[in-house]
């Protein structure tokens, strides 16, 4: 049984600083595209980052600059480092798990085709 687990999230004020995990067991980790996804009320789900099975990584471009995400194979996490968070970033944070025929590259992010597994999600939420 796969199983993703998120947690880090919390309340921070605009310009703080929060590191989101998903603990991940059940699947074979390392062959994985894993990809983080924020879902703010009323909106659909969309992207914020993802690294593939060779450690290459994506960013939305709202992000970029600001998140970084990595994970460790060894220990099947996976993680999401997010500064200077703005009000705007305030949303319910998911993990997933993405492989394709092609393997776990990441292809169809910030497409969530791919993503067969995803996490309980945990929420952020920054104040201005």
């Known amino acids: 049984q796969v199983q993703l687990v998120e947690s880090g999230g919390g309340s921070v004020r605009a310009g703080g600083s929060l590191r989101l995990s998903c603990a991940a067991s059940g699947l074979t980790y390392r062959l994985y595209c894993m990809g983080w996804f924020r879902q703010a009320p009323g909106k659909e789900r969309e992207g914020v980052a993802a690294?593939?099975?060779?450690?290459?990584?994506k960013y939305a471009d709202p992000v970029k600059g600001r998140f970084t995400i990595s994970r460790d194979n060894a220990k099947n996490t996976l993680v999401l480092q997010m500064n200077n968070l703005k009000p705007e970033d305030t949303a319910m944070y998911f993990c997933?798990?993405?492989?394709?025929?092609?393997?776990?590259?990441?292809?169809?992010?910030?497409?969530?085709?791919?993503?067969?597994?995803w996490g309980q999600g945990t929420q952020v939420t920054v104040s201005s």
């Open positions: 690294v593939a099975r060779d450690g290459s990584t």
């Open positions: 997933g798990a993405g492989i394709s025929a092609s393997g776990g590259y990441c292809y169809a992010w910030p497409g969530f085709s791919d993503f067969r597994y």
